[in-house]
């Protein structure tokens, strides 16, 4: 279930966001942080590396970007090339 739910609603995050610049340079790429907020572009995505991995993601309409926050768990972000 809880997979069903963080792909679904990182899915209709991601989506949302519509074209973007991919991730651009500057921005982080590998294992995230619990409590951390990380900025997530069109094409971007997370990768759990455990069955427990909880994510929060906050997007704003006509943003091209979202904030991901792992709230438990482990997750990887995967950057569009």
């Given amino acids: 279930m809880k997979n069903i739910l ?3 609603t990182l899915t209709i995050a991601l989506v949302g966001c519509g074209g973007g610049s991919g991730g651009g340079s500057g ?3 590998g294992p995230m942080s619990p409590q ?3 900025t997530m572009y069109a094409g971007d ?3 759990k590396a455990s069955s427990s991995a909880i994510v929060q993601i906050t997007h704003v309409d006509g943003q091209n970007q979202s904030t991901i926050e792992l709230v438990e768990g ?5 950057r569009q090339p």
């Fill in 45 to 47: 995505r997370v990768e």
């Fill in 27 to 29: 921005t982080y790429e």
């Fill in 74 to 78: 482990n997750a990887t972000i995967i």
């Fill in 36 to 38: 951390t907020k990380y």
């Fill in 6 to 8: 963080l792909y679904s």
